[in-house]
């Protein structure tokens, strides 16, 4: 990249997380997702005249959690505001929203960057609702407000990431423990979850940061790297042709790759933020706070780093195990069976994972056998009942139709030729057949051991035992 | 005669099957449509009362405290398949698909509603002329305002349309057109009355309340009103209990220094003298007490009113209800959003509604929200506090409603701040959300009535009541009213 | 005090417009009354925590039920403009 080194680069983040509660954050509407046009829309929703926002316990306790899961600090007091504006998605013309007093500051998140343990601080979580959702018919739009009211929590990093790398490691971290908690699902398409990327640069030595500029419709990790990428080389352009950055939306275009300018943000965005006199101050008891955050279970990197203590699991592994909660209570659930960690990650993220990737399986709490099955599979191939490539096989078809793998290796007649007279008399007609090679070996052409080897297992279509076959082929051999 | 009854002897009599709910509906359907010509109090009977009441006569609803009871309400209160506007053009044509919480716990209790009152457009007025129905003139003197915001509802009492009806008050609505028309006006504490289904205009101040000929009638109304609602986030779980008049107290009541120094009218002034002797002659201890941060009640009030309210009435957008206007010329509308909601609003909200917003928009806008809304609210609390220290030296405060009685219709018109000036009677009480009302005290030479305004301390409302039911006692035997 | 001049930033915040006449009438009322709330300046208030509400209670909080109000085809039927149970408004972008 051009002129890379005379800048820095300043990043924040802003993720909006839908929070799953089964109705909105201040009416009774439901927040399932795609129903029938304005079919979750209670007078609330729409704004009528005469109705009045109430908060959901709900929502409030799903925020406490994810903002004690960020290791924030809980607020005993934090107060909705109205924050105004004119938008047709938007009922009443205000956003209620937590704005002076949020219900948690602080927190951070760690996360591992290129094997690389790094921490992004957060400055704040606050509590506010969505806006409905327009779509664009050139002469007109139409709003649906089905979405309008959905609680959400609003995750804001500290402007302090410094490459879009780091942005997008940062964004699956907060995906990551939004779903460890249980509290949203995380999912950028479907927005669920929502990332805003605030960017800005200035020269290396310069103390006070830059005018930053706000990117939206970003609806993939790969895109909050290559969108950020591209805002970084366009103001960096910027500068060096003399040109001011300004203060602005930007829209990221991920089919041309690009950011598009959408407003400016002028003095007549004047949001006129003021106490939503309508709710009380949200006040939590210290109890109810604690109460809440001792439900919550281990976090996405605690749990890494468990696993690489206890199971002597390589860092990279850990990873690829804890990447979703799911798959690493598979693992945890298959070592209480079998106690072999290594050989049930390696299964875990190479065969496993594989099928998984293939299938379109919601999450991994779906895949269709269970760790105790899952364990059988892997004695059998320890106790060489199975060879591990049959193993493989097996596992396919366990993945297709839920059976065990005692029925498939039977019914399909898979299980491993151990009868040691038998082998020996195949072994020795094989031996016989190929007397040439086996002078050669004796000669010291060891390298053909692997020939008798492949002999055998071809005579018996794979399904010879190794170990027996090595037992008597040394001795032959001799 | 029939209308003259009180709502309590109405209802006993409908129970015990000495009067027919029909026939009190039809009489005071049919009295309301004849006096409605006098003064534009009501704005939209409603026919269904009819059946209402005959189900009452063929003992389909047999129970309630106000059964058979019809009473008025307020435009600004939804009621469920009716039109309900606020008076304001902006909401023409809107059915309302719910009813308002208070109102669902009168029509519970057995009472009808037979129309909805005229008022200031969107409660923003003390005159009732700011209504897009034309003003509502006071049935006293019909060259005269009958006071707002809730002029209808005082004016509807006043004539005898009903003997109870419902109005808000956020910064005195109920209790100077009560004044303004002689009858008794109730404004509860803040947060004892829901305000689920009652149209905002000043969320922090808005609260609902009865209006009634006498203190008994208005006495029930509020009792049954006032109910722990969950949809209003800043409604009290009160503890209401119905006053029972408890002899021989000695009260000791206060005078505010600061009203009783203001520029009353001397009938007024004289009303309050003989009040007070009245008070002494009983035994009761006269204390003054000074509410220090009066001067500031008007701009205080008038800057909180107005920015909740700038806030509150941007959901009236053209998009999801009521009035859209966006015609421009040679049968074309216009097609680009902000000109959209502009057109809307500008043609559908009224001068001093949109005055108030505008005032609204820019003490909350960046740069001032600081130097007016916040410090607007910080004054606030001073008001508050004074009434509290106040209070350490009275059971109840007592003093004018207005500093007048009503004045000409148009004469205050064209000018805001004479027209908000108006208030400063009554906007201390609302800013520290305390329970106040207005009790008919005498006439001017004119013939002209005037209230005495009570104030006690927040929560106390079952103790103000008790209290305005001796006064009122006083005043009946005093031959003032 | 400082007062802004002009009240045209202001209606376009409010979503309001005004033709010249009511302009130059609405800019008088608005300096007016700003001008009558200058007495705020004398209010001492150093100290003095902003009263939003008049009394503070606890919050309350909503169990989570789903409780629908209202139908899809009323919520139309009160609309001024709609396609397919939609709102429709002027281009937004
Ligand atoms: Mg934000
Ligand atoms: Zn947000």
């Known amino acids: 990249m051009i002129f890379k080194d005379k800048y820095k680069v300043n990043i924040g983040l802003e993720i909006h997380a839908q929070l799953n509660s089964k109705s909105k954050c201040f009416s009774s509407a439901s927040t399932e997702f795609g129903k029938g046009h304005n079919n979750h829309v209670t007078l609330i929703c729409a704004g009528f005249p005469g109705t009045l926002p109430v908060l959901n316990a709900e929502a409030v306790r799903l925020a406490i959690k994810t903002a004690s899961a960020l290791n924030c600090n809980i607020q005993k007091t934090s107060i909705f505001s109205r924050k105004q504006y004119f938008y047709p998605d938007m009922p009443k013309g205000y956003q209620i929203t937590q704005f002076e007093y949020p219900i948690a500051l602080n927190g951070y998140v760690d996360f591992y960057l290129e094997e690389e343990k790094v921490r992004v601080e957060l400055e704040r979580a606050h509590m506010e609702e969505d806006a409905g959702k327009s779509t664009h018919y050139g002469e007109y739009s139409l709003i649906n407000l089905n979405r309008a009211g959905t609680p959400l929590l609003e995750i804001v990093s500290k402007p302090i990431m410094t490459s879009p790398q780091m942005a997008a490691g940062f964004a699956k971290t907060v995906r990551q423990v939004l779903r460890y908690a249980e509290v949203c699902d995380g999912n950028l398409e479907q927005g669920s979850m929502r990332c805003d990327c605030n960017v800005s640069i200035r020269l290396k030595d310069e103390e006070k940061l830059g005018t930053k500029v706000e990117l939206k419709n970003i609806n993939s990790f790969r895109f909050i790297e290559k969108a950020i990428e591209y805002e970084v080389q366009r103001q960096i352009q910027c500068l060096e042709n003399g040109e001011e950055i300004f203060q602005e939306t930007r829209l990221y275009d991920s089919v041309k790759n690009k950011t598009i300018s959408m407003r400016k943000k002028e003095a007549a965005n004047d949001y006129r933020y003021f106490p939503e006199p309508d709710l009380m101050p949200l006040q939590l008891e210290e109890e109810f706070i604690n109460r809440i955050v001792s439900e919550l279970s281990e976090g996405p990197i605690v749990r890494v780093e468990r696993f690489v203590q206890d199971f002597q699991l390589s860092l990279e592994e850990a990873l690829l195990l804890t990447s979703e909660r799911e798959l690493s209570d598979f693992f945890e659930q298959t070592i209480l069976k079998i106690n072999e960690p290594k050989m049930v990650s390696n ?9 998984y990737n293939e299938s379109s399986l ?22 060489n009942e199975i060879s591990g490539k049959i193993g493989k096989e097996v596992l396919e078809e366990m993945w297709k139709t839920s059976k065990t793998p005692q029925e498939i290796v039977q019914e399909k007649g898979l299980s491993l030729l151990s009868d040691e007279n038998k082998l020996q008399s195949i072994i020795e007609s094989i031996l016989n057949s190929h007397q040439d090679k086996v002078e050669e070996y004796r000669n010291g052409k060891v390298k053909l051991y692997g020939f008798f080897v492949g ?17 008597i082929l040394k001795e032959k051999l001799k | 005669m029939l209308i003259e009854k009180s709502a309590i002897e109405i209802a006993k009599e409908i129970k015990e099957r000495k009067l027919s709910a029909l026939e009190v509906c039809e009489t005071f359907y049919n009295h309301c449509k004849e006096e409605n010509q006098k003064t534009n109090a009501l704005i939209r009977l409603d026919e269904r009362a ?14 309630g405290e106000l059964l058979g009871v019809p009473i008025v309400v307020k435009d600004n209160f939804c009621i469920k398949g009716r039109e309900t506007s606020a008076c304001s053009k902006i909401l023409e044509g809107f059915v309302s698909p719910y009813t308002a919480h208070c109102i669902e716990r009168l029509e519970k209790q057995g009472a009808i509603v037979i129309a909805q009152s005229n008022m200031d457009e969107f409660a923003m007025g003390s005159s009732n002329e700011t209504s897009a129905y034309g003003p509502c003139k006071n049935p006293i003197d019909l060259t005269r305002v009958p006071g707002g915001s809730s002029g209808g509802s005082a004016a509807a009492v006043a004539q005898k349309m009903a003997p109870i009806s419902v109005g808000s008050d956020t910064g005195g609505s109920i209790r100077q057109p009560a004044s303004f028309c002689g009858v008794t006006g109730i404004k ?25 000929r006498n203190v008994n009638d208005a006495a029930l ?50 009303g309050l003298d003989n009040m007070l002797k009245m008070f002494k002659d009983k035994g009761w201890e006269v204390v003054e007490v000074e509410i220090p941060h009066t001067r500031f009640a008007i701009p205080v009030y008038y800057l909180i009113a107005a920015s909740e309210a700038s806030s509150n009435l941007s959901r009236y957008d053209g998009i999801r209800y009521g009035l859209r206007d966006i015609n421009i010329d040679d049968g074309r509308s216009v097609n680009e959003l902000k000109e959209f909601y502009k057109l809307t609003r500008s043609r559908g909200l009224g001068n001093e509604v949109k005055r108030r917003i505008l005032l609204g928009t820019f003490a909350l ?117 | 005090m400082n007062k802004k001049n002009n009240i045209s930033e202001i209606a376009d915040l409010a979503c309001l417009k005004f033709d010249k006449l009511e302009q130059d009438t609405f800019q008088d009322s608005f300096e007016q009354i700003l001008t009558f709330f200058e007495i705020l300046n004398e209010a001492e208030v150093n100290g003095v925590q902003p009263m939003i509400t008049p009394h503070e209670v606890i919050t309350t909080l909503r169990q989570d039920i789903i409780n629908p109000d209202i139908s899809v085809d009323n919520l139309m039927e009160l609309a001024p403009d709609s396609k397919d149970s939609l709102y429709k408004v002027p281009p937004v972008v």
């Open chain 1, 362 to 383: 919601e999450d991994w709490s779906k895949i269709p056998f269970s760790a105790d099955t899952f364990s059988n599979l892997l004695n059998m191939i320890n106790n």
């Open chain 1, 347 to 355: 299964w875990l993220t190479g065969e496993v994972t594989r099928l």
């Open chain 2, 188 to 212: 509860p504490t803040y947060g004892a009355v829901s305000r689920y289904g009652m149209i905002a205009f000043a969320s922090s101040l808005d609260q609902a309340g009865p209006l009634a």
């Open chain 2, 50 to 63: 009819l059946e209402k009441a005959k189900l009452i006569d063929e003992g389909k609803v047999t129970s």
């Open chain 2, 365 to 481: 806008s960046a740069g001032y929200y600081d130097e007016f809304y916040i410090k607007a609210c910080r004054v606030r609390r001073l008001i508050f506090d004074d009434f509290q220290k106040a209070f350490q030296k009275c059971d109840h405060i007592v003093g004018p409603v207005t500093t007048h009685t009503a004045f000409k219709i148009n004469e205050k018109n064209d000018d805001p701040i004479k027209m908000y000036n108006n208030d400063i009677l009554t906007v201390p009480a609302s800013l520290s959300g305390l329970p106040c009302m207005s009790l008919p005290m005498g006439k001017d030479d004119l013939g002209l009535p005037f209230g005495a305004q009570i104030i006690s301390p927040q929560f106390e409302d079952s103790k103000m009541i008790e209290f305005a039911s001796q006064v009122e006692q006083l005043f009946v035997e005093g031959g003032q009213i």
């Open chain 1, 455 to 471: 002999q055998v297992m071809k005579e018996t279509q794979g399904q010879a035992s190794p170990p027996i076959v090595n037992k």
């Open chain 2, 221 to 270: 109304a509020l009792k049954i009103m006032i109910g722990k609602d969950v949809r209003d986030s800043t409604n009290i779980d009160f503890d209401f209990k119905s006053h029972k008049e408890t002899k021989n107290k000695k009260y000791k009541v206060g005078i505010i220094k600061e009203f009783f120094e203001s520029d009353l009218q001397p009938e007024i002034k004289n």
